[in-house]
């Protein structure tokens, strides 16, 4: 497992509102008969979230979940942002961005490495992204790391 607990925690919890808070019973383990439409969007909503958290490195687009959830795009956009409190793509780059720092962390591997492992098919994009959420590049971040470790 490369997702530190903290980061866990959150995506659990997260899952955890969906289920339990917001629609006050279990709909994940409802037979799909029983549920409402939305109920069920909400069910596919949350095997999509397994997915990309499976599947992060890959090509991945809103309009693959539209169809992986078989939801229509605005439809999909407003329930997935409503119940999570972000986008699609936001939620997927968060769960790259959170691999890119395991890996600068623990890994020797190369940042073009990193970015392509993450699902970035651009290194310099990737890099941007990283420096946008981390405020610094990770470069800096594995040197900065490394000499904490050493310490």
């Given at each position: 497992?490369?997702?530190?607990?903290?980061?866990?925690?959150?995506?659990?919890?997260?899952?955890?509102?969906?289920?339990?808070?917001?629609?006050?019973?279990?709909?994940?383990?409802?037979?799909?008969?029983n549920?409402?439409?939305?109920?069920?969007?909400?069910?596919?909503?949350?095997?999509?979230?397994?997915?990309?958290?499976?599947?992060?490195?890959?090509?991945?687009?809103?309009?693959?979940?539209?169809?992986?959830?078989?939801?229509?795009?605005?439809?999909?956009?407003?329930?997935f942002?409503?119940e999570?409190?972000?986008?699609?793509?936001?939620?997927?780059?968060?769960?790259?961005?959170?691999?890119?720092?395991?890996?600068?962390?623990?890994?020797?591997?190369?940042?073009?490495?990193?970015?392509?492992?993450?699902?970035?098919?651009?290194?310099?994009?990737?890099?941007?992204?990283?420096?946008?959420?981390?405020?610094?590049?990770?470069?800096?971040?594995?040197?900065?790391?490394?000499?904490?470790?050493?310490?």
């Amino acid at each position: 497992e490369k997702f530190d607990s903290a980061q866990d925690l959150i995506l659990n919890s997260l899952l955890i509102k969906l289920l339990y808070i917001t629609h006050k019973y279990d709909i994940y383990n409802l037979q799909e008969s029983n549920l409402s439409e939305k109920e069920k969007s909400l069910k596919r909503i949350i095997n999509l979230q397994k997915y990309i958290n499976a599947h992060y490195a890959e090509a991945l687009s809103v309009s693959f979940a539209c169809e992986y959830v078989k939801l229509d795009y605005h439809y999909f956009s407003r329930l997935f942002k409503q119940e999570t409190t972000t986008t699609p793509k936001n939620y997927l780059n968060n769960i790259r961005m959170r691999q890119a720092k395991w890996y600068v962390t623990y890994t020797t591997d190369s940042i073009n490495t990193i970015s392509y492992l993450c699902g970035f098919d651009n290194p310099q994009y990737f890099i941007s992204k990283f420096k946008a959420k981390y405020g610094t590049t990770p470069q800096a971040y594995r040197k900065k790391n490394s000499s904490n470790k050493k310490q």
